[in-house]
């Protein structure tokens, strides 16, 4: 991995609204787009979307989000609704492209 790009994000939401975490950028054919919240893999995208999965299709997610998630294959954000309490807390983005990685890390907090 030639480069790392690092950014760091906050974002405030009421209970029971929805959330989009943006990824920032167009996705390309060969992007590899995953989502994790607090080190566990909720949501992913190949650029090919050959593999796609969100929470419980994704080999290591949970049901915490139970049909909540929803992954955009343009762009990789991620949508999450109705949003509870027990969101809260670090969701973290890895895109990897070519020799490239960069990485965003979103805190939620939900009020």
């Not at 480069?3 to 390309?28: N, R, Y």
């Not at 999450?80 to 809260?88: K, L």
Request: net charge negative; aromatic share 4%; with cysteine.
């Amino acid at each position: 991995v030639s480069g790392v790009d690092t950014e760091e994000v906050s974002v405030s939401v009421m209970e029971g609204d929805s959330v989009t975490l943006h990824t920032g950028v167009q996705t390309k054919h060969q992007d590899k787009i995953r989502w994790y919240f607090n080190g566990i893999r909720i949501a992913q995208i190949n650029g090919d979307q050959s593999k796609t999965c969100t929470d419980v299709q994704c080999k290591d997610g949970d049901e915490r989000f139970r049909d909540r998630l929803k992954l955009d294959h343009q762009t990789g954000s991620l949508n999450i609704t109705n949003i509870r309490i027990t969101d809260s807390g670090e969701y973290k983005l890895l895109i990897s492209s070519g020799s490239s990685e960069s990485e965003k890390t979103i805190n939620v907090a939900i009020r």
